[in-house]
């Protein structure tokens, strides 16, 4: 059946340019981040801080771009084994895990953890200190 090829063909690009999408995004916020930690005319200048956590931002974004992709590719597989099915979960387990540890150092919280109301965010109490 021909249409399914070309069905199989468009899931393969979604799930690629799901790829190229996380990548760049991790690049480009890498990229960014540096240039704006290293630009001395500035009116902020970035802190190391802040430019761990702009960095940081950026690769749990691009993360969450990759483990979408890594889903589209194992669907889409023509033979689906149970060999894939579990490659995909340890893939998708190990990024999860890094993207729970990446936010916990960035917000200095555990992601399901509430913000308490009177204690600003390390992020929030640097920004303020900045701006000041």
């Given at each position: 059946?021909p ?10 690009f979604?799930?690629l340019?799901?790829?190229?999408v ?18 001395p ?37 023509e ?54």
């Open positions: 059946m249409y399914l090829a070309s069905i199989h063909e468009i899931i393969n979604a799930g340019a799901l790829d190229v996380g990548v760049l995004i991790i690049v480009t916020g890498a990229v960014l981040s540096t240039l704006a930690f290293l630009t005319w500035r009116a902020h200048p970035l802190t190391y801080r802040g430019y761990r956590k702009n960095v940081g931002r950026s690769i749990l974004l691009g993360l969450e771009f990759l483990v979408g992709g890594d889903i589209i590719r194992t669907v889409s597989v033979h689906p084994s149970l060999e894939n099915v579990f490659v995909l979960g340890l893939i998708v387990m190990i990024r999860t895990a890094m993207s729970f540890t990446m936010e916990a150092e960035l917000e200095g919280r555990w992601p399901w953890q509430g913000r308490s109301l009177e204690t600003p965010s390390p992020s929030e109490s640097e920004d303020e200190s900045a701006q000041s």
